[in-house]
């Protein structure tokens, strides 16, 4: 009689959450692409979907809100995006540098270096969009253990053009950019953790177990990224990504690019997630034919091998997928010159021989046979300041200003509480095929005060990458977004004005010193009787 009433007690707490699943949906993926150097990328999507969802209205944050109760959507994150009216969202986190040229574009597009948050907000008259930028702020650096915090007015500003919404806009109210990036921010074990405990199966079950951190933070490339959407046709969309780009060639002692998931992550999959609406992996196939996948039971379309992993689909437990080159006894890289396979190259430097003043050079190549117009965005702290007399647009040493447009410069300014915010530089680059442009301006380096260094000093100052940005086709014969997303460049390590502070150490050891030696001489004067000692035979 007591097991029976246990079993209808346990019957009368599930019936309600089960009925919570018919509003939400979770389905997950992973990408598989070998390279031409011998690397293999690799990209975990994990969705969530509440569906009928809006967001908040920010002009309704003075009443109560109504309760949240899901399912399958975290809820850790869920009040963060309640508590200050989130309309979308994106947090990416990334250590390494992306290579463009021979990796392609990735399937996310937010590869930047470091840690980059931004988020649209309506406005409104109860709370300001600053208030909640630094609330939601904080909040993000507790749930990820990331110095998020760190993203303060001196690095926040709203460049509308190169980060537009993603999905649809409520009519509630008028939305706001807030955007920040922090180029020296580790990635670690500490991000990782609550990242997977975002996920309704955890890294228990389905491909989220394949995530071992060992494997994952050896890779030559990775990040995780946060994004947040809100459909107008469908709710709230939440999408879990990560990205790691591994290298079997250096992992493997035959010096061989034959992978499997055993090899990359040390691990198979050994069960589905039981709540999962799909969960699939695609592998997409190289053009040379001499490779062979196993298993060989995959579904081939148009060069991709899909492997479903639901509960419905007949594949074996623990599933291991593997590529090998069986003629191939060890790979040889390709030799260069190579083309590249993003249509746009960039590379990004400063240099100069004083502390004081440099050059900054960007160097952009269209590598496609068509007319590129490009998004450029350069968002710099007040470290450094930008001469825009001295802007020069050269192809082969000859300028050409006639290829940039649309030139938009907000130096930095004063605010309330005696900071500088960051100066953004925007402007529109038309690039001829199969040519080199050249940008380059002087800046100045700024004279910081001796509190205002990191504890490293000597090591210098991190710079966030510039963005290119595909625009809104023009004409017929410009190639505006054909086959790329945004780029960014690498991070730029700046040398500022540092003073000595090895001297106060070196003035405090020398004072000590001499009051020490003072100090012994005069106590022994004052306390030492000096007396005749006979010595008797």
Request: charged share 20%; proline share 8%; with cysteine.
């Amino acid at each position: 009689m007591r097991r029976a009433s246990v079993w209808i007690l346990l019957a009368c707490l599930l019936t309600p959450s089960l009925g919570l699943y018919r509003g939400e949906n979770y389905r997950e993926d992973l990408r598989i692409q070998p390279l031409r150097d011998g690397r293999v990328s690799t990209t975990f999507s994990f969705v969530t979907v509440l569906e009928g969802a809006v967001p908040r209205n920010p002009k309704a944050l003075e009443q109560l809100d109504e309760s949240q109760h899901y399912a399958l959507f975290p809820l850790t994150l869920g009040q963060i995006l309640r508590e200050y009216a989130i309309t979308e969202l994106h947090l990416t986190l990334n250590a390494g540098k992306w290579n463009y040229d021979n990796w392609g574009h990735p399937h996310e597009a937010g590869v930047g270096t470091g840690a980059e948050l931004w988020a649209w907000m309506g406005a409104s008259e109860v709370t300001t969009v600053d208030e909640r930028w630094s609330g939601l702020r904080n909040a993000l650096s507790g749930l990820f253990c990331a110095s998020l915090g760190s993203l303060d007015s001196r690095r926040t500003l709203s460049p509308t053009v190169a980060f537009p919404l993603s999905g649809s806009t409520p009519t509630f109210a008028p939305h706001e950019l807030r955007h920040a990036s922090l180029p020296s921010e580790n990635v670690c074990t500490e991000n990782l953790t609550p990242f997977l405990k975002l996920l309704p199966c955890k890294s228990r079950a389905g491909l989220a177990a394949l995530l071992n951190p060992q494997k994952v933070f050896d890779a030559d490339w990775h990040g995780m990224g946060i994004h947040v959407i809100w459909k107008e046709d469908a709710g709230v969309e939440l999408k879990l990504t990560l990205q790691a780009v591994f290298n079997p060639v250096r992992t493997s002692a035959g010096k061989r690019r034959d992978w499997n998931l055993q090899s990359l992550f040390d691990r198979t999959i050994e069960r589905s997630c039981p709540v999962a609406n799909s969960s699939s992996v695609t592998v997409i196939l190289p053009e040379e034919e001499d490779h062979k996948i196993t298993p060989e039971n995959a579904t081939y379309v148009d060069g991709l091998a899909i492997y479903g992993l639901s509960s419905s689909s007949n594949f074996t437990i623990p599933l291991n997928i593997g590529m090998h080159w069986p003629s191939e006894h060890s790979f040889h890289y390709p030799l260069p010159p190579l083309t590249p396979v993003s249509p746009l190259s960039v590379k990004r430097t400063i240099h100069g021989t004083t502390q004081t003043r440099g050059v900054l050079s960007v160097s952009v190549t269209n590598n496609s046979p068509q007319e590129v117009s490009a998004g450029y965005l350069e968002m710099m702290p007040a470290l450094l300041t930008l001469w825009m007399h001295t802007l020069k647009v050269e192809i082969n040493s000859q300028l050409r200003s006639d290829l940039l447009s649309g030139l938009k410069y907000h130096p930095p300014s004063l605010q309330s509480n005696d900071r500088l915010s960051p100066s953004m530089l925007q402007a529109v680059l038309t690039i001829p095929p199969k040519t080199t442009l050249k940008i380059s301006m002087e800046v100045n380096k700024a004279f910081l005060k001796y509190t205002e260094h990191p504890p490293d000093a000597m090591r210098g100052w991190d710079l966030p990458g510039a963005v290119f940005f595909p625009l809104p086709q023009l004409s017929h014969d410009i190639c505006s977004s054909c086959d790329w997303e945004r780029i960014y460049t690498p991070t730029l390590l700046v040398d500022l004005p540092t003073p000595d502070f090895s001297m106060p150490y070196n003035v405090i050891i020398l004072s000590c010193t001499l009051m020490t030696l003072i100090f012994g001489s005069i106590f022994n004067l004052l306390t030492r009787k000096w007396v005749v000692v006979e010595i008797q035979e």
